[in-house]
């Protein structure tokens, strides 16, 4: 694949100095990914395209272009490229991330609706194509492969076939499947899925993954069945043997889950990097504001030893070889002239932001306007959860009053999003489970989608809060209401305060409400600006931190992956507690 100018004469032309380019930026230190070199250059622009780079003789047609910026010997680098990306996990819409990213240096995103499909279904993976149109940057799609994640494991919104991702795949900027995370069905080669990916092999698209902890000749069918790429490596040694196999790693750093500085140990001793690239996965507006986009994630991995040339390829031409787009991600003639001026190769902190040869942000302001539009989709309401009470929140035992062993899942560690089973010993009084320990929480998933009304309860260990209930519709994938909990009444409290708004994330302690969240689009992301809805964000951080939460830097994402039945080994659904390498429920009460 390939970006196509719009007129291949006239940038012919422009490319042999027979008519003027419309932007040179002269003077650069020019960074290229292709060779690994720095050098003096010139760089003339016509059309968003590359026409041509001059380094011999750097005083040859310098009145040659209708627009003249002299980078006084600054960086020129390309512009970053996130490599998997779920816009809504920011929390903001399309048009609003664009304006929080833009500045930062991100000219492209490789997006997945899945978040909002698995909610919405086709209609809201096609408003986040719609919302995305004519912005200063490139919102790539990958049509969403799993929705809902696991079939027959829990309850979404939508159900995507074959059928679903093709009509969708003919979507202007789709450009692959988004990551295949039921692996084991690839690896099994179950219809369904064999299916899907047939629809983008035929089509020729690139297939991104999902494969954490996969090894051997697990990993080996998973890649033999297709996905290339994969986002949930966590550690040393399954990052190099991903390499070793021919799989692009995208080293992630995302608000919650940072596996950059892990994979660059256990792959920095090797001679090639080319399939290795970044990406943020999910990261929210409060993060991006503050700390940064892809210059952030990037600017992390040379602090932790890697060569900045070799790490900026990894955040520009890397990524673009990856979802097949053959002239994006270097500064070479014929490429999209999406370029970054900067003063440091190690701090990245773009001067001027150019996308398409346009200027589009300055010294960390957005200079491009984008228009305010909405949506119809903005205004429906997606909270279909029947009228609940306490006693919904309350574990039902077998026994009247005693003791009962039940199956636990269990957190080791505040920054994992991956589980372990236990079996533990609890008290009954009046038929109900009660919890003796205050690193145990109740959990609730209930289902918020049209034509279903299930609950799954549990109980979980390790979470991380010591009382209250914090609870949010923001719940990977099928994105059900999942509430954390003390006592039922405060779950109650928590779960209705976000049916009442539409979704989003609540906190209460003593069944008073610290703080809401409000997240109406979707129950996934605010119609608020960047700013305005960063505030909320460390308001509703702030009632995570009076619940406990205090191990973690930022533990608003902390509640989101924990019905995620595709990250091991335990999970929670709509329809109970899930053994995700089995695909099987697991009983409340454990077999004596």
Do not use: W
């Given at each position: 694949m390939k970006i196509k100018p719009?007129?291949?004469?006239?940038?012919?032309?422009?490319?042999?100095?027979?008519?003027?380019?419309?932007?040179?930026?002269?003077?650069?230190q020019l960074v290229n990914v292709i060779t690994g070199e720095i050098y003096p250059a010139n760089v003339f622009v016509y059309d968003g395209m590359i026409a041509h780079v001059e380094y011999r003789d750097l005083s040859l047609d310098t009145d040659r272009a209708k627009e003249v910026i002299d980078a006084q010997g600054k960086y020129l680098i390309p512009g970053f490229i996130d490599a998997h990306e779920h816009i809504e996990s920011s929390m903001m819409t399309p048009r609003n991330f664009a304006r929080c990213v833009i500045p930062h240096g991100t000219t492209t995103v490789v997006t997945d609706p899945h978040e909002i499909a698995n909610v919405c279904g086709m209609e809201g993976v096609r408003y986040m194509h719609e919302a995305s149109e004519g912005l200063p940057m490139r919102q790539l799609i990958d049509i969403p492969s799993c929705v809902p994640s696991v079939p027959g494991l829990e309850h979404a919104g939508a159900v995507f076939t074959a059928k679903e991702v093709e009509e969708l795949s003919h979507l202007d900027r789709a450009i692959g499947l988004a990551e295949v995370m039921d692996f084991l069905a690839v690896i099994h080669g179950e219809d369904r899925m064999m299916d899907i990916l047939d629809?983008?092999?035929?089509?020729?698209?690139?297939?991104?993954?999902?494969?954490?902890?996969?090894?051997?000749?697990?990993?080996?069918?998973?890649?033999?069945?297709?996905?290339?790429?994969?986002?949930e490596t966590r550690d040393s040694s399954e990052a190099l043997e991903k390499l070793r196999n021919g799989m692009y790693v995208d080293a992630r750093d995302s608000s919650i889950t940072k596996n950059v500085k892990a994979i660059w140990e256990g792959v920095k001793d090797v001679r090639f990097f080319d399939r290795l690239c970044f990406c943020t996965d999910?990261?929210?507006?409060?993060?991006?504001?503050?700390?940064?986009?892809m210059n952030d994630v990037t600017r992390a991995a040379i602090s932790y030893g890697m060569d900045p040339v070799a790490a900026i390829k990894s955040t520009t031409y890397n990524t673009a070889q990856e979802i097949h787009i053959e002239n994006l991600g270097a500064i070479a003639p014929g490429y999209a002239a999406d370029m970054l001026l900067v003063e440091d190769l190690r701090e990245l902190k773009p001067s001027h932001v150019f996308f398409g040869g346009k200027l589009v942000a300055k010294d960390g302001e957005l200079l491009e306007s984008i228009e305010e539009k909405s949506y119809p989709l903005e205004q429906e309401n997606t909270m279909f959860v029947r009228e609940l009470s306490a006693d919904d929140f309350r574990i039902k035992a077998p026994v009247e009053n005693g003791t009962v062993q039940v199956n636990c899942m269990v957190y080791k560690d505040l920054l994992l999003s991956s589980t372990l089973l236990e079996t533990i010993q609890l008290p009954v009084k009046d038929g109900a489970v009660l919890l003796d320990d205050p690193d145990l929480k109740y959990v609730a998933v209930v289902n918020r989608h049209q034509g279903h009304d299930t609950?799954?309860?549990?109980?979980?260990?390790?979470?991380?809060?010591?009382c209250g209930a914090l609870a949010s519709t923001?719940?990977?994938?099928?994105?059900n209401l999942t509430v954390v909990y003390d006592t039922p009444e405060n779950a109650l409290a928590a779960a209705q305060a976000l049916v009442s708004c539409g979704g989003g994330m609540s906190a209460v302690k003593d069944q008073k409400l610290l703080h809401v969240l409000e997240l109406p689009l979707?129950?996934?992301?605010?119609?608020?600006?960047?700013?305005?809805?960063?505030?909320?964000?460390?308001?509703?951080?702030?009632?995570?931190?009076?619940?406990?939460?205090?191990?973690?830097?930022?533990?608003?994402?902390?509640?989101?992956?924990?019905a995620l039945p595709v990250i091991p080994n335990v999970k929670m659904s709509d329809l109970g507690m899930i053994d995700v390498n089995r695909k099987e429920i697991i009983p409340t009460f454990a077999e004596k």
């Open positions: 719009k007129n291949k004469k006239a940038l012919l032309k422009a490319a042999l100095g027979e008519i003027e380019s419309d932007l040179l930026i002269k003077n650069v629809v983008m092999d035929r089509q020729g698209r690139y297939l991104q993954g999902h494969a954490p902890y996969l090894s051997g000749r697990m990993l080996s069918a998973y890649l033999c069945g297709g996905p290339s790429t994969c986002h999910d990261r929210e507006a409060d993060d991006i504001l503050h700390n940064g986009h609950i799954g309860l549990g109980i979980v260990k390790g979470f991380g809060t010591n923001v719940s990977h994938d099928c994105h979707a129950g996934l992301m605010s119609l608020k600006p960047a700013g305005e809805l960063a505030e909320d964000s460390r308001k509703m951080k702030q009632a995570n931190y009076e619940l406990g939460l205090t191990g973690m830097e930022n533990p608003l994402l902390r509640i989101v992956t924990l």
